[in-house]
């Protein structure tokens, strides 16, 4: 059996009312991140402004040191909801399977009220993007159901940590 390897992971969070004081759902997610030993490289709260998020989410693609970024926040349909959107325009592949796994997972604890959430993966620079909802709930549903496994480079029969020395090949 191979042995783990602890990928790099930077947790923003998307609100325009959320402070490191009561930012669970960011919390929620570095607690996950180093609990499966992982390296939590940097976490953010940025308000809901496209230009600010896109910003940032540049300088961790940037980056060497971040092989993934988790977003919490900003997945709705309100007007001020524009995580997908900053994403979805930076990503060089998506991975629409993820949005549909999550609203599936979803589904099963809050029946049609999943449709609302426009979750979103994609990879830019050999970097991993997952934009997950707000909520306490969807970030453990997110994490514990889906990118614990993924980020796990021993799962089985295959995970996205064994794909990133390849993701920047043309």
């Avoid at 009561?22 to 030993?37: E, F, H, N, P, Y």
């Avoid at 993820?98 to 979803?106: I, K, N």
């Avoid at 159901?145 to 020395?165: A, F, G, R, Y």
Wanted: glycine letters at 8%; charged letters at 25%.
């Amino acid at each position: 059996m191979s042995e783990k390897k602890c990928v790099n992971i930077a947790v923003l969070t998307v609100s325009d009312t959320r402070t490191e004081a009561d930012d669970k759902s960011g919390q929620t997610l570095v607690d996950r991140i180093k609990g499966a030993g992982h390296h939590l490289v940097e976490k953010k709260i940025i308000k809901d402004e496209i230009d600010l998020l896109q910003e940032q989410l540049k300088k961790w693609i940037a980056s060497p040191d971040v092989d993934a970024v988790i977003a919490t926040g900003g997945t709705g349909v309100t007007g001020r909801d524009i995580t997908p959107e900053a994403f979805e325009e930076l990503y060089e592949k998506s991975i629409p399977g993820f949005g549909e796994l999550f609203r599936m997972l979803s589904y099963e604890s809050i029946k049609t009220s999943s449709l609302q959430s426009r979750c979103t993966a994609g990879v830019a620079n050999g970097t991993f993007l997952f934009a997950l909802p707000g909520s306490t709930g969807a970030c453990k549903d997110g994490w514990d159901q889906i990118l614990v496994h993924q980020l796990d480079s021993t799962h089985k029969p295959c995970n996205l940590v064994e794909l990133m020395p390849r993701l920047l090949e043309r």
